[in-house]
């Protein structure tokens, strides 16, 4: 029998899709900023690895030169950025959204089964209730990050009147290298969020727009993971 | 007998297609306002050129608005910029532009404009600047490009420079604007970071006169601001309520640039 159970609340399902917009903007506008100083390499031992950014990529997205543009983009839409965090983090505190959320005493060795299990070395996956515990640790470090952003942000903005952030951020430099790192960050969490989305399938991804899954209850529970529909 | 209209409750997949039907309206609607919103922004006009030009119109609104915010927050006469021991300070300080203060000028063939209100107009030499108190600060010099540079300057402090000239009443007004001889580089600085206590009008880099590079001979040096405002080879100053003209902000740069 086909059941209505409820999975994201209207607020969660709002900020979420509201910052995806918001975040590409920041990034794409980021990037125009990052160009006039692209100074960003993986080098180990004296071998580059990555550069930040090669030639191409610039022109394909065309960036160079847009210093200004870029600034006045990144300017408006960081508070868009913030504010949308902020009564994401509101809500999920009062509602008590938060204990599904953040991770807890088991979950760094339960996302390592998590882990194992998606690669397909592992058979099973440890129970769970709405995120599993490799979910609970990426979505709580992703907020975490958003924090990160707007503090480093800050201090590169205003590094006079705010130098305590600064202070905080190991430096004018660190707290440039850190807010492009953690962009970075959030590009590798976007990949796998969306691989992660599309294997756990429609009604998983329809959860996060309408608000529900859908489950068959069966008359004589089986003990089982409903692991792989609740992904995402 | 009257007939009973029982409404009859939704069944379970009616229900879900209902929220669906709901949801995924109000999605797409989302979805479509955004891109509309976007495309509406990204087009936008640009900005009637005056003080300020090159920016779209609503974007150049949102810097002047925020730019604001933060002043009325954050900015304060206290805050000072972090300054540094001698031995951090590059012995090969960078430049990125001599817009304006392109090769030499002697300073014997230089002079300080400086229009007060009353109309009259100071003509001051380098040796008079010189032999006022010097003030020196080694601190991290920062570039709107991104980058920065831990540099040292000495010279004269703004404040100083407004009580020997006996400039109060001019710096009772909201901004001061310099200008390059050639006038081909100019800046507009709003008075409350003009008079930050660390805001030195420089003469000399790593304890040397400026060179051509840095400005000579004699430049801006305000620790509040971005590179774009530290106008090189200052020719005149002069002080106004309104914003004077500015490089930088007539091509797409927030105006006040403040750090």
Known sequence: ?232 | MKKKRVKKELTVEQKIQRRNFISFTVFGAFAAGTYGGWKWLYNSPEETAGITAGAHKPLRRALNATELFFRRLAFNENHLVKTYPKSMAAKVVRHNSDIGSEGKLPPENWKLQVKKKSGEVLQITLDELRALPKTEIIYDFKCVEGWDQISHWGGVKFTDFIAHFKLQDEAKMEYVGLETPDKQYYVGIDMPSALHPQTLLAYEVNEKPLNGQHGQPLRLIIPVKYGIKNLKRIGSMNFSNTRPRDYWAEQGYDYYSGL
């Open chain 1, 1 to 232: 029998m086909k059941v209505i159970k409820e999975k994201h609340p209207l607020v969660m399902r709002w900020t979420h899709w509201v910052n995806f917009p918001i975040l590409a903007i920041m990034i794409w506008s980021g990037m125009l900023i990052y160009w006039a100083n692209d100074v960003y390499t993986v080098t180990i031992f004296g071998h580059t690895f990555v550069r930040f950014f090669p030639d191409w990529y610039y022109k394909l997205l065309h960036i160079p030169a847009r210093l200004a543009e870029g600034m006045a983009f990144h300017f408006l839409f960081m508070w868009f950025f913030t504010l949308n965090g902020i009564f994401y983090i509101l809500y999920t505190v009062i509602s008590g959204e938060w204990r599904h959320l953040v991770p807890n005493r088991h979950s760094f060795k339960e996302a390592w089964l998590v882990l194992l299990h998606d690669l397909h070395i592992r058979k099973t996956a440890p129970p769970q209730n709405k995120y599993n515990a490799a979910q609970r640790i990426a979505y709580t470090a992703i907020i975490l990050m958003g924090i990160g952003s707007v503090i480093t942000g800050l201090a590169i903005y205003k590094p006079v009147q705010f130098n305590w952030l600064v202070w905080l951020c190991g430096g004018y430099h660190l707290a440039r290298i850190f807010h492009f790192a953690l962009t970075i960050g959030y590009v590798l969490f976007f990949l796998i969020h969306v691989v992660q989305v599309l294997l756990a399938g429609w009604n998983n991804f329809r959860s996060v727009v309408s608000g529900f899954e859908v489950i068959n209850e069966q008359p004589k529970p089986v003990i089982e993971t409903p692991h792989e529909e609740e992904k995402g």
